[in-house]
């Protein structure tokens, strides 16, 4: 939760925690109810940075283990409102490749993005 409140203090995100893996000892993968976080350690600025996030509901693709069994690959939108994308208002697809630490944690992260997939389109209908 400490991890999360400093990923997000920036951006003001209304987020609740609900789990975390850490990749390197200065890079993050943070699920949330509301959207998957990648975050990074800045040694510069002294303080986390979102790489990239995605909300649940423009996660396109379920989230599929790679045949090495230590990450994750997803398709998501990207927002037209972040980067680039909000110079041209387009809604790009972006793969996302998640690198995790060893097979157990991989199955686990992505059983865990699917459950929170599914509250996601629970909730939207």
């Given at each position: 939760?400490?991890?999360?409140?400093?990923?997000?203090?920036?951006?003001?995100?209304?987020?609740?925690?609900?789990h975390h893996s850490l990749l390197t000892?200065?890079?993050?993968?943070?699920?949330?109810?509301?959207r998957c976080i990648m975050s990074?350690?800045?040694?510069?600025?002294?303080?986390?940075?979102?790489?990239?996030?995605?909300?649940?509901?423009?996660?396109?693709?379920?989230?599929?283990?790679?045949s090495s069994g230590t990450g994750i690959t997803f398709t998501a939108y990207m927002d037209p409102n972040a980067g680039f994308s909000k110079f041209f208002k387009n809604r790009r697809k972006k793969s996302r490749i998640v690198t995790l630490p060893n097979?157990?944690?991989?199955?686990?992260?992505a059983d865990k993005i699917i459950v929170r997939l599914q509250k996601?389109?629970?909730?939207?209908i």
């Open positions: 939760k400490y991890l999360l409140s400093q990923v997000t203090r920036h951006t003001h995100w209304p987020d609740l925690y609900y000892t200065k890079s993050t993968f943070i699920l949330t109810d509301q990074e350690y800045d040694d510069v600025m002294n303080s986390w940075k979102v790489e990239w996030s995605h909300v649940y509901q423009d996660v396109e693709s379920l989230p599929c283990v790679l097979e157990t944690e991989t199955q686990m992260m996601t389109k629970q909730k939207e």
